[in-house]
């Protein structure tokens, strides 16, 4: 009964996942980024200067800049290191490319996502700011599609609570802690009605179990500080080492972007016939991309929706910048570091230990030194998102209670337990049916990033406008 009930859960995670989901997001993107007239490339530059400028005189909780740590705080996690690998692994180069394309027009939907956040937002009895797609839902669209903002608040408990934000992040963490102190596992202890474990998992479990309710505890604001400082600090440290790796290659750069190009329209003359088509290419980069930089998820809105500001398209254009440096960025470093170092075509290996192979490949540095900063990396990235999620999953819980505290608070102490117990779950189903609700977040996001592209067009106009009246 339970390889039957598997067996139905993966069917439904690959059509949710598959080519109808990935259609839906990605003429979404297309969409708006004909209708805004490319200005993914045009507002870039200011965009950029805004991430670190705060406005002046704006309301909200957090800065812009800590609004955008908060939003990829919870997406650059273990999809940076652990996704990529898997998308060019099983798609081939080629998936590298579709992974680029899709955050391209991703960026057009993670502004409108920003910019729809603030503009719909509302602001609670205590002073704190409510906003996501729930809210632009139903404010925007009408209060007749509330059911359809409940649909996708109810999905973002769902994915929080029991997949991408606890399971998922903190097996990640022990595994990659394991793999580095005890990797042949000589040092176990057998805990009652749950197995045998390494010392490394139990003591990494509670230590994070601690770390993180110290940060949970202090709220918004405290899961913000931190995002700050960790955040910043972890991509410049991995976007150093890859950017290192690429250097010291430099010279078989122009082969691997040809080669990338090439197995995205002609897959098997690169794989030599591995990944013989181009749709595999094109849904494994796609599909894994919008995983790690969730554009058209709705996510990075509730965040975006905190930050101290009056002009919904200024924090648009912060909150578009998140793609960038999540996909276009940083895993791309992570895509053409596999390539160079032909990891991806080491038999045996899979998810981070791909990565892990080119790191200490690539790099003229001790293997184990490489390995450790990769641990780290990937142990920093995923706790950030373990933060990041609880945040996101207590505004959806929010807005299905009508801001009842005690049951926010209770939720909080279960996220909590659900990190605390991580290491322990093994059902390939509670991955399964995560990535489930993962992918259902987007449907009612998308059809609001539809019918409201309109308010996104004309509101950017406007904006831009005025700017050049200020200027004149």
């Known amino acids: 009964m339970w390889s039957m009930m598997n067996q139905i859960l993966v069917a439904v995670d690959d059509f949710v996942w598959g080519v109808p989901l990935m259609i839906l997001i990605m003429s979404g993107g297309v969409l708006l980024t004909v209708r805004l007239g490319l200005l ?11 991430m670190f400028k705060n406005e002046e005189g704006g309301s909200g909780e957090i800065s812009s800049f800590a609004a955008l740590c908060t939003a990829l705080s919870a997406t650059i ?3 940076n290191i652990v996704g990529v690998a898997t998308a060019v692994c099983t ?23 920003g910019l729809l956040a603030v503009k719909y937002r509302v602001v609670a009895a205590d002073g704190h700011s409510l906003g996501g797609p729930f809210y632009y839902i139903e404010r925007g669209m009408g209060a007749k599609w509330k059911w359809l903002g409940k649909m996708f608040a109810f999905f973002g408990v769902c994915v929080g ?9 903190v097996n990640g963490i022990s595994s990659a ?27 990494s479990s509670l230590i994070l179990a601690f770390c993180v309710a110290a940060i949970l505890i202090g709220g918004l604001q405290r899961i913000a500080t931190v995002s700050q400082i960790i955040v910043p600090f972890m991509a410049v440290i991995y976007f150093g080492f890859s950017i290192a790796l690429i250097l010291f290659h430099i010279r078989e750069v122009p082969a691997a972007v040809v080669t990338v190009v090439n197995g995205a329209f002609n897959p098997a003359a690169v794989t030599g016939g591995v990944v013989g088509s181009m749709i595999v290419a094109m849904q494994k980069g796609v599909a894994r991309g919008i995983f790690s930089n969730e554009a058209g998820l709705g996510s990075a809105p509730i965040a975006a929706a905190a ?19 999540d996909t276009i960025v940083i895993c791309t470093m992570t895509g053409l570091s596999i390539v160079l170092t032909g990891a991806w075509q080491v038999e045996g290996l899979e998810g981070v230990q791909v990565t892990t192979y080119a790191f200490q ?11 450790f900063v990769l641990m780290v990396c990937l142990v920093f990235f995923a706790f950030t998102t373990i933060l990041g999620w609880d945040y996101y999953s207590e505004r959806c819980l929010e807005y299905l209670t009508k801001g009842n505290r005690k049951t926010i608070l209770a939720y909080r102490w279960l996220y909590i337990f659900a990190v605390f117990i991580g290491p322990y779950m093994t059902v390939s189903a509670v991955w399964t049916i995560a990535d489930i609700f993962n992918g259902l977040m987007a449907i009612p996001n998308m059809i ?25």
């Open 448 to 472: 609001a990033m539809f019918a409201l592209s309109g308010v996104v067009v004309k509101e950017t106009k406007s904006f831009f406008k005025a700017q050049k009246h200020k200027r004149d």
């Open 361 to 371: 490949h690539g790099l003229p540095i001790h293997p184990q030194v490489a390995s």
């Open 161 to 169: 609570l029991f997949g991408i934000g606890t399971f998922s992040q």
């Open 91 to 113: 798609g081939g180069p080629g998936a590298l490319f579709w992974m680029i394309l899709a955050a391209f027009f991703g960026m057009a939907t993670k502004y409108a996502e």
């Open 40 to 50: 993914q490339i045009r507002r870039l530059p200011l965009a950029l200067k805004w």
């Open 177 to 203: 802690i394991q793999n580095f102190f005890d990797p042949e596992k000589a040092n176990c202890v057998t805990i009652p009605f749950l197995g045998k474990y390494s010392w490394a998992v139990v003591i």
């Open 307 to 325: 930050a101290q500001t009056k002009e919904p398209v200024r924090q648009g254009l912060v909150s578009m910048t998140g793609t960038f440096i």
């Open 77 to 79: 996690g273990t999809g």
